[in-house]
Nanobody, 124 residues
Framework: AVQLVESGGGLVPPGGPLRPPCAASALTFDTYPMTWVRQVPRTGVEWVSSIVSGGEHTYYADSLKGRFTITRDNAKDMLYLQMNDLKTEDTAVYYC?????????????????WGPGTQATISS
């Protein structure tokens, strides 16, 4: 069965970095565009970033441009999200998912597959 597993979350002080990875298995990873979304409790899913299957094009939520960078390693079936200068409002569960997203995303079910998520808490 297809599996996406995020890791690398944790407690980080404001201004710090995080780089959660997402490990994919049982899918032809290099044929899938991939997306990161995040969710704060009691709110909807927020699209963060997407990357095309070959990695040559990336897309970001306007509010996150310049701080977040999405990358992938198709040789290792891995997706990454480099998050810099983190703010308390970045506290959320971060999910990776197959497919392209955009500002219209509101639910994880907008995607084909998604992982269990990793919690990132930004706090001093």
């Amino acid at each position: 069965a297809v599996q996406l597993v995020e890791s690398g979350g944790g407690l980080v002080p404001p201004g710090g970095p995080l780089r959660p990875p997402c490990a994919a298995s049982a899918l032809t990873f290099d044929t899938y565009p991939m997306t990161w979304v995040r969710q704060v409790p009691r709110t909807g899913v927020e699209w963060v970033s997407s990357i095309v299957s070959g990695g040559e094009h990336t897309y970001y939520a306007d509010s996150l441009k310049g701080r977040f960078t999405i990358t992938r390693d198709n040789a290792k079936d891995m997706l990454y999200l480099q998050m810099n200068d983190l703010k308390t409002e970045d506290t959320a569960v971060y999910y990776c998912a197959t497919g392209l997203g955009g500002p219209w995303v509101t639910r994880l079910t907008d995607f084909g597959y998604w992982g269990p998520g990793t919690q990132a808490t930004i706090s001093s």
